[in-house]
């Protein structure tokens, strides 16, 4: 069993009596990824979101999302059905608000509040 968003599922079930899903064996009504960029372009106008809206831009958003709040490069990786880390590194797109997050948690791991070193525990 794949673990998916509940928003994911409703639309699964949505359309699961649907006949081109019912013939073609599919989840959801779309029957290319460029039919499907074209209604994320129409989404796009109808939102009013000046980015063009694709399915690549999709998955890089997903990826920066999942990887900027603590879910692990590799678990990442799984979730886009990448076989090799390395396909999913180029995904990962460092923001500086997880810099700066990260550099305060080892700046108070440390330092004290006045600024002194704090001890090496042993």
């Not at 409703?10 to 209604?39: A, T």
């Not at 390395?86 to 791991?109: E, F, G, L, P, W």
């Amino acid at each position: 069993m794949v673990p998916i968003l509940p928003v994911v599922e409703q639309l699964i079930d949505k359309y699961e009596n649907h006949p081109y899903c019912k013939v073609n064996n599919r989840l959801i009504p779309v029957n290319s990824n460029f039919r499907y960029n074209v209604y994320l372009k129409e989404l796009a106008v109808i939102c009013g979101i000046k980015r063009s809206l694709n399915t690549h831009l999709a998955r890089h958003t997903f990826a920066d999302m999942m990887l900027n709040n603590g879910i692990p490069l590799e678990d990442v990786g799984k979730m886009l059905g990448h076989r090799n880390i390395r396909t999913t590194q180029r995904y990962a797109r460092v923001q500086k608000h997880r810099i700066s997050c990260n550099m305060a948690s080892v700046r108070d791991k440390l330092f004290t509040a006045s600024g002194k070193l704090r001890p090496v525990s042993k």
